[in-house]
């Protein structure tokens, strides 16, 4: 599965600080330098998170009409391989062999 940079970023932010309520929530954590409004973080991040719901590699749920966004067990691992394929072995000498 091929993912892309910010579905990668946003997989890390949940996995790290998730579960996250509010898509606003998700793209202001996301962007924490930008001076976005609530409903531009929003629409911002909207998008990006359909997808990896879609692709099941975040859930959700509804408490008081706002949607709380968790990255699932599909999700820890497809950022987990997307890391070790970042590695490029050629490079690697036979004593950083513990950094896979």
Known sequence: MSLTDIE???LRLLLTKGPIVGTAQVGLALWPDQQLTPQGAALAIGGVLRRLVEKRLVKTSICDRVTTYACTTLGDHAQE????????????SLLDTDSL
């Open 8 to 10: 990668l970023r946003v």
């Open 81 to 92: 391989l997307a890391r070790l394929d970042g590695i490029d072995h050629r490079q690697l």
